[in-house]
């Protein structure tokens, strides 16, 4: 089992830039694929990146490609997701997950309690 806790978020002018962390408990850590997702109020939630066990491999939402970047440093057991050019409709609860599965999951099995991200106008 892992534990998540992700931290970094607050608020952002747009245009701006927040790098998300994801701090994992445990010595498997490199045994997870991790992923990124996002909430925002009275939407559901929407997977937005994730990053093979190595790191060797990334995919992203349309939306994020070209401005988000995720990254992992499996040494620290940390997952990054750093946020760039960002936009108001970037505005959600981030969470990261873990998944045991194959690349790229469908599924992750442990879950972060998120960060708030904010970006205003």
């Known amino acids: 089992q892992v534990q998540l806790v992700e931290s970094g978020g607050g608020l952002v002018q747009a245009g701006g830039s927040l790098r998300l962390s994801c701090a994992a408990s445990?010595?498997?850590?490199?045994?997870?694929?991790m992923g990124w997702f996002r909430q925002a109020p009275g939407k559901e939630r929407e997977f937005v990146a994730a990053?093979?066990?190595?790191?060797?491999?990334?995919i992203y939402v349309s939306s994020v490609k070209g401005r988000f970047t995720t990254s992992r440093d499996n040494a620290k057991n940390t997952v990054y997701l750093q946020m760039s050019r960002l936009k108001t409709e970037d505005t959600a609860v981030y969470y990261c997950?873990?998944?045991?599965?194959?690349?790229?999951?469908?599924?992750?099995?442990?879950w972060g309690q998120g960060t708030q991200v904010t970006v205003s106008s």
């Open positions: 997950a873990a998944s045991l599965g194959s690349w790229a999951p469908y599924e992750y099995d442990y």
């Open positions: 445990g010595r498997t850590f490199s045994r997870y694929v």
């Open positions: 990053i093979s066990w190595s790191g060797d491999k990334t």
